[in-house]
């Protein structure tokens, strides 16, 4: 897994010792539920969180290089929202952010590295983000980071016991993608 790097941020593989900065932000109500999963009830279990992001790859740490800390997450996930585009090479782009680090433009700075990752390293040839549809602050990172709208589903979150969602599905091509 690659270290990327912005300005003010680090994108890198995540280690067990960033625990105490996952469960700050991962026991938040405002942080899981409107990413489609349960809020951590101890840092033992964002601890078996990191493991998992660690044999998985591709969830990247963000971390703010001012004050070395992790202050949330993205990754390039194995998704393919429209089975119509399937023969396309893609991925999704998930992402959280520490709520107190809110405002601050972090998370499209993240993004846009990882566009720029996905579309020049990886050869990809589509990249999506969703959010649903009571996440208006992702919706807004989705915007300014050159998403167009594509549809959007009904889904249930197997996560937090089958809550149903509206999840709304941008995409950006490389062929659109601006270097």
Sequence with gaps: METLT?????????????????????????????????????????????RMFIENKGIYAIVLKLENKVIGSIGLHNRKPDDSLSDLEQKEIGYVLNPKY??????????????????????????????????????????????????????????LDNKEVITLYYNILKSDYIN
Excluded at 121 to 136: K, P
Excluded at 138 to 156: A, D, H, L, P
């Design 102 to 159: 809110w405002g601050n433009g972090f998370i499209p700075e993240a993004v846009e590295c990882l566009i720029k990752y996905g579309f020049d390293e990886l050869n990809l040839d589509l990249i999506w983000c969703g959010h649903f549809d009571f996440n208006s602050k992702s919706k807004r990172v989705i915007g300014k980071c050159g998403f167009k709208y594509m549809f959007q589903r009904t889904e249930r979150l197997k996560l």
């Design 6 to 50: 912005t300005n003010r941020l680090i994108l890198r593989q995540w280690k067990e010792n960033d625990s105490a900065d996952l469960y700050e932000y991962a026991k938040s109500e405002l942080v899981g539920p409107s990413a489609g999963w349960p809020t951590h009830k101890n840092e033992e279990e964002s601890k078996e969180i990191i």
